[in-house]
């Protein structure tokens, strides 16, 4: 069986609403867990296939469940997801990213070696571990929260929230721009 962890990448991040889709996969379990309905209230959903469903009602449990709230503001969230507009914003968000992405790179080509990612999960590939830290420290010191991941942990990881506005959005890419621009100059910030 196939187990299937959209936990991060699921629920449109990636511009389909499972990260799976494009793999034309079926998998036998799918988790997702995270604020479904877009208000920020953790709800954990746990999809099993029918034929391999073998719980009664109310045998599963687990964390993140029975919140009301949560259930109203998931169904609504789902209904919208339904109409194929969120699906386009998405779209649209992700293709500004990568452009301000892929301007960053051309930028410093000697230092970045491009941009990995899909959707609204995006990520921007340093030469070495310790650019992609000092990049971190520079995108914190001016408002941005961005991860690394890789193995040496050398890619800085964009997960954006999908509501992002154009505005927000660009002015995040620029707050990177600028941390790129500082951490690969050896400038501080005044």
């Given at each position: 069986?196939?187990?299937?962890?959209?936990?991060?990448?699921?629920?449109?991040?990636?511009?389909?609403?499972?990260?799976?889709?494009?793999?034309?996969?079926?998998?036998?379990?799918?988790?997702?867990?995270?604020?479904?309905?877009?208000?920020?209230?953790?709800?954990?959903?746990?999809?099993?296939?029918?034929?391999?469903?073998?719980?009664?009602?109310?045998?599963?449990?687990?964390?993140?469940?029975?919140?009301?709230?949560?259930?109203?503001?998931?169904?609504?969230?789902?209904?919208?997801?339904?109409?194929?507009?969120?699906?386009?914003?998405?779209?649209?968000?992700?293709?500004?990213?990568?452009?301000?992405?892929?301007?960053?790179?051309?930028?410093?080509?000697?230092?970045?070696?491009?941009?990995?990612?899909?959707?609204?999960?995006?990520?921007?590939?340093?030469?070495?571990?310790?650019?992609?830290?000092?990049?971190?420290?520079?995108?914190?010191?001016?408002?941005?929260?961005?991860?690394?991941?890789?193995?040496?942990?050398?890619?800085?990881?964009?997960?954006?929230?999908?509501?992002?506005?154009?505005?927000?959005?660009?002015?995040?890419?620029?707050?990177?721009?600028?941390a790129v621009d500082e951490a690969i100059?050896?400038?501080?910030?005044?």
């Amino acid at each position: 069986m196939l187990i299937v962890d959209d936990i991060q990448v699921g629920c449109g991040g990636t511009g389909r609403f499972f990260s799976f889709e494009r793999a034309r996969i079926t998998p036998g379990t799918v988790c997702l867990s995270k604020a479904i309905g877009g208000i920020g209230l953790p709800f954990a959903i746990v999809l099993i296939r029918p034929d391999l469903d073998c719980w009664n009602p109310g045998e599963h449990v687990g964390t993140f469940r029975g919140s009301n709230l949560a259930f109203a503001a998931g169904a609504a969230a789902l209904d919208y997801w339904r109409t194929g507009e969120f699906e386009q914003v998405i779209e649209a968000r992700a293709l500004q990213m990568r452009r301000a992405l892929d301007h960053i790179v051309e930028r410093h080509p000697a230092e970045l070696i491009g941009v990995r990612g899909i959707g609204m999960i995006q990520g921007l590939h340093c030469r070495s571990p310790r650019l992609a830290r000092r990049i971190l420290d520079c995108a914190f010191a001016g408002g941005m929260i961005m991860e690394t991941s890789g193995a040496p942990r050398h890619v800085l990881k964009l997960l954006p929230p999908l509501v992002i506005e154009e505005a927000e959005l660009d002015e995040g890419m620029s707050i990177l721009a600028a941390a790129v621009d500082e951490a690969i100059s050896g400038t501080d910030r005044p």
